[in-house]
Structure formats: structure tokens, C-alpha cells
């Protein structure tokens, strides 16, 4: 990344061949990558994503490809850690990404807002956003989501596949709650308060549409598919589509195989590029990004094997005739939209 390719954008525009080089707008572009996994190797040392690894994600996969701003989540998984340990993991977690980025200062920097997030990428260096997957992480107890906001983590996913004491999920059969319940809600309400995102992926329908409506900044679906196309429960309806997109909201288009395509060994770019295609000609090219899911499963998606392939994306959205400016919202500048808003939306709230 060069110092001041900076953040730019404009506005939607009939789409219409042109010779435009993929590899420059790439590089120029604000790219974000939404959701990744990463860091939990990382944090366990089965790896070194610093160094060139075998894994999806690495600093020189997320240099290669182009890659400005990268939220890594943290994921405190039920099936491996004590309940009660949640919340000390999380803290661990957030304090061994500043760690990195303290130790490659030329290279990484943690943003806490929309403008730390811009000084990083004016200056070169790659923005790390700290999300935390899964309201699970909470146990309940609403002060965990102030003592994570001053730990540096910006997202926050209500749910996981598990329903929790927030809200259900779309991939438990047991729902409790219809949707949030009363310390959902209060959860949001707080989270809106402090310029946190309110993230809806894995969440069931009912929590999505009630955190839409309660929620008085726009939210995120930070690594889910398209149902229409794929009819998988971790993926969003045309319904929900819509509804983020009249909030202000974004989904970042998942990478994972599976919810991609019933077959997972024959998904590849072409159905990432058909699902973005699908939700910007339906609903405008302000309401898609890119949310990988790197190194949340396993294998390699065809054409899309490692961060360092992305620029592919904006190789593939030109072949089809877009715009420059939408596919620079596409890239990352309607997650950088949605977070400025967010952020503002802190003064009303407050």
C-alpha cells in the first residue's frame, strides 16, 4: 500500500463499459475486508500471520491483495472454552492485536474511528478493525460492551450459531427469545451509544428485523450470502436485503463455499461476483461489501483462494461494466460510509 492513495468515492452512475485498469483502481481503492478469523491462529501461535502462511490471511496476502482496512474478529468458541473464561479471552485477544500492530508500526495500526481508520491508510499502513463474533461473549453481563469498547473492539456479531442471552440465531433451532430480548435491546441501545457496529450475520430473522428497527445507526450482516441464490439459513432474503438496504446498512458478501453453493467443491469466484451482481441489481450498489469468512472454514475457494487474489473482484465488476465509483463503494466505501455514520449517530444517542 502506497502512503496517500487515501480514501475517495462518488456516486452511483449508469453503468457502462470502459477500459478502466483493475489493477490501479484496485490498489487506489479503499478495500475492507469485513470479517475474518485469522487472528485466532495467531493469538493460539499455530501461526505467524506476520509471515507467509498457509492459511488465508497473512500481511503479505492482505498486501498482495490490495487489502487497507482488515477487521479480525474475535471469536471465543463455546466448544473449547469454559463458560466464565469468555470474557478474560476476548480481553487477551484485544490486547495481542494492539500488540502486533504496535510491533509493525510501518505496516499495521488499530483503528478506533472512522478517522483513525483514514489517517492509517493515508499513511500506508493497513487498519485493523477488532470485532468480537458472538453476544455469547457477553454472559449476560451489558458492562462486558463498554469494557470491549475501551479494549478497542468496534463490531460486535449478537449472535453466533448458538442463541445466547441477547438474541436467537438463525442456526439454533432453540429460539427463547422470538428474536432479542430485553437485554438485546439494551444491548443495541448501548452499542448505538458508543459508535459500536451492530453486526446481524448468524442471526435469526426475527432478531435481525428487530435490531434493524430499534437500532438508530445503520447495521452491518458482516459475512452472510444471498438466500435467493443459495438457500441456506446463515444467508439473507430478498426481504432483509431490502430492509438493510432503506436503513443504511451493508452485508459483506461471505466467501465460505457452502453458502455459496449446494455443491461446496464446485463454488469459486463466479458465484461471490453473481451474488454481489444479484444484491446491486436489486437493491443498489450501497448496501454490498466484501466479508470473506477467511480462515473461519477450510479448503479454498476457486479463483478466490487468499486475500491475495481480491483484486480479482474488481477484475470481474469491471468485466460485467461497472462503474468506478461503485465499485469503489463495493470494495470497502460503504463499510467506511456505514461506520461514519455510526459514529456520528453517537451524538444523537448519547
Known sequence: MKPGSGISGGFPVLRRKAKINFRSLHRQALVVDLHCDSILDHISGRRDIIRKTRGHIDLPKLEAGGVKVQVFAIFPDPKKIKAGEYESFVLHAAVAIRKLCHQHPDRLGLALSPRGLKRLVDQGRIAVVIGVEGGHALEGNLDRIYRFFRAGVRVLTLTWCNSN?????????????????????????????????????????????????????????????????????????????????????????????????????????????????????????????LG???????????????????PEITRRLLQLGYTEPDVRKILGLNFFRVWQEVWDNRAVTS
Open 165 to 289: 442471552e441477547l438474541a436467537d440465531a438463525s442456526w439454533d433451532k432453540n429460539r427463547p427469545h422470538n428474536g432479542l430480548s430485553p437485554q438485546g435491546r439494551e444491548a443495541v441501545r448501548i452499542m448505538n451509544r458508543l459508535g459500536m457496529i451492530i453486526d446481524l450475520s448468524h442471526a435469526a430473522e426475527a432478531s435481525f428485523y428487530q435490531a434493524l428497527e430499534l437500532s438508530s445507526a445503520p447495521v452491518i450482516a458482516s459475512h452472510s450470502g444471498v438466500y435467493a441464490l443459495r438457500r441456506h439459513n446463515r444467508n439473507l432474503k430478498n426481504d432483509q436485503l431490502s430492509a438493510l438496504a432503506q436503513q443504511g446498512g451493508m452485508m459483506g458478501q461471505v466467501f465460505l463455499p457452502a453458502f455459496l453453493c449446494p455443491d461446496p467443491g464446485r463454488a469459486s469466484i463466479n458465484n461471490v461476483i453473481h451474488s454481489i451482481d444479484y444484491v446491486v441489481q436489486k437493491f443498489g450498489p450501497g448496501v454490498i461489501g
Open 292 to 310: 470473506s469468512d477467511f480462515d473461519g472454514f477450510s479448503g479454498r475457494l476457486k479463483g478466490l483462494e487468499n486475500a491475495g487474489k481480491l
